[in-house]
């Protein structure tokens, strides 16, 4: 059975927006480690993807090694909408059938499908820019911050 409302926010990205709804923050979620490794099966563009894209999630601090699958996912989605841009570049978006009915060509409805996949990935990277928005990175160095400062920051 699902469960009822939103998705529950990570906590490390409630304490990058200072917490807005000011609820007690998730002590006990699980912190994955590592930086993820380039699945061997994925199509030669959604290589290409990993390697563009995985620096800019680790620099963010949102990619791990329990992120795999679903960067994966997004990887692999961009290789296919890019594949499906392509042919619709070179040889249109219809066609006409023999008893003379325009139609629409199959690739339309695969680069769209991945498109809506890619966007769904994006948001839960802050791949976007309203997804980013949201982020309030706290530029305040442990050397440069009081006692205060870092309780109320939750770090000391």
């Known amino acids: 059975m699902?469960?009822?409302?939103?998705?529950?926010k990570p906590t490390l990205l409630k304490k990058l927006?200072?917490?807005?709804?000011g609820r007690q923050l998730n002590t006990n979620e699980p912190k994955?480690?590592?930086?993820?490794?380039?699945?061997?099966?994925?199509?030669?563009?959604?290589?290409?993807?990993?390697e563009r894209i995985s620096s800019v999630l680790e620099d963010m601090g949102v990619l791990t090694e329990a992120d795999t699958?679903?960067?994966?996912?997004?990887?692999?989605?961009?290789?296919?909408?890019?594949?499906?841009?392509e042919y619709l570049s070179k040889h249109g978006s219809t066609f006409t059938t023999a008893s003379g009915y325009i139609q629409q060509v199959p690739q339309v409805s695969i680069a769209h499908t991945n498109l809506n996949i890619m966007l769904k990935f994006?948001?839960?990277?802050?791949l976007t820019p309203s997804a980013r928005s949201r982020i309030t990175a706290n530029k305040a160095t442990e050397e440069t911050a009081d006692e205060m400062e870092k309780l109320l920051r939750g770090s000391a």
């Open 2 to 8: 699902a469960t009822r409302g939103r998705k529950p």
């Open 17 to 21: 927006e200072g917490n807005p709804g």
């Open 32 to 50: 994955p480690q590592g930086f993820p490794v380039c699945p061997d099966w994925l199509e030669d563009e959604a290589k290409e993807e990993w």
């Open 69 to 85: 699958m679903a960067f994966a996912g997004y990887c692999q989605a961009y290789a296919r909408w890019r594949e499906a841009e």
């Open 122 to 126: 994006c948001t839960e990277f802050g």
